[in-house]
Nanobody
């Protein structure tokens, strides 16, 4: 499956954004999907993940209570609703897929990375 992330932009602290990760075909529903983010000079870090059915989700401590991951398999799309954005959330956000269940949250546990989408939060 090929993934495309979209929905980034420039917002102020406290604002909200919704990112979308769209899969290229109907096999999308058999993949768990995760969002990662990366800033210059740093490794890609885990943000959130959702199981194939959408019944289970996981979050990094830094975003718990502010971000919500969900999916709509009929649209081959996973969403990341980001509320109460902070300047530290500024990064390029990427989505990755994993065939089968999630058993790790490192970058190497996911693949099919597509181009990211830039999120910039001004103070």
């Amino acid at each position: 499956v090929q993934l495309q992330a979209s929905g980034g932009g420039l917002v102020q602290a406290g604002d909200s954004l919704r990112l979308s990760c769209t899969g290229s075909d109907r096999t999308f529903s058999i993949y768990a999907v995760a969002w990662f983010r990366q800033t210059p000079g740093k490794e890609r870090e885990f943000v959130a993940a959702v199981s194939r059915s959408g019944a289970n989700s996981w979050y990094a401590e830094a975003v718990k209570g502010r971000f919500t991951i969900s999916r709509l398999n009929v649209k081959n799309t996973v969403y990341l609703q980001m509320n109460s954005l902070e300047p530290d959330d500024t990064a390029v956000y990427y989505c990755g897929a994993r065939w089968g269940p999630i058993n790790g949250k490192s970058e190497t546990d996911f693949g099919s990375w597509g181009p990211g989408t830039q999120v910039t939060v001004s103070s």
